[in-house]
T-cell receptor, first 115, second 109 residues
């Protein structure tokens, strides 16, 4: 009973390539998030979306963009990948509401390596 | 600035009890979350505390002291499957989560 699905578990890309990371949730959640997870650091929020076609910058949006054309799908785009974007990318979703918005259901992650 | 501190790694024995501490400094405070993350897997929600005191949920309990900026996660009757990273996150005045780096818990038989 998979609830948040990330399209690629492992990706290897070259510097300068455009990268798409796709995330789909089947729980009818209003909110969707993209985080990156690096060793020794807490999760860092890249972008989030609280509704279709809406997006908000998180703590580290530089070098990334997002798209949410449908409620269930939230895409993360790296326009021109760089080696410092090598990381684990986690997608999450949640219901609306101040507290419920932070009860997150995460996907299994996409490990991106940029050479 | 905003900061969450938790130990990097802890080791405990199967069947024992372990307490994972977390201290936080945030701009405003609206509650404290704990998530569990097994290696190579997605984090999963464990608990949310907003009031002072201990909340028990089976073998896991979570404690909060707002005046001290302190929380802990207590795991009893440890099982090998409890080997995981435990992520502490505080919700600030904007209801945004500030995450700690996680505590890797190693359970030995």
């Amino acid at each position: 009973d998979v609830k948040v699905t990330q399209s690629s578990r492992y990706l290897v890309k070259r510097t300068g390539e455009k990268v798409f990371l796709e995330c789909v949730q089947d729980m009818d959640h209003e909110n969707m998030f993209w985080y990156r997870q690096d060793p020794g650091l807490g999760l860092r929020l890249i972008y989030f979306s609280y509704d279709v076609k809406m997006k908000e910058k998180g703590d580290i949006p530089e070098g990334y963009s997002v798209s949410r054309e449908k409620k269930e799908r939230f895409s993360l785009i790296l326009e021109s990948a760089s080696t410092n974007q090598t990381s684990m990318y986690l997608c999450a979703s949640s219901h609306s509401g101040e507290v419920w918005a932070n009860v997150l259901t995460f996907g299994a992650g996409s490990r991106l390596t940029v050479l | 600035g905003q900061n969450i501190d938790q130990p990097t790694e802890m080791t405990a024995t199967e069947g024992a009890i372990v307490q994972i501490n977390c201290t936080y400094q945030t701009s405003g405070f609206n509650g404290l979350f704990w998530y569990q993350q097994h290696a190579g897997e997605a984090p999963t929600f464990l608990s949310y505390n907003v009031l002072d005191g201990l909340e028990e949920k089976g073998r896991f309990s979570s404690f909060l002291s707002r005046s001290k900026g302190y929380s802990y996660l207590l795991l009893k009757e440890l099982q090998m499957k409890d080997s995981a990273s435990y992520l502490c996150a505080a919700m600030d005045s904007n209801y945004q989560l500030i995450w700690g780096a996680g505590t890797k818990l190693i359970i030995k038989p």
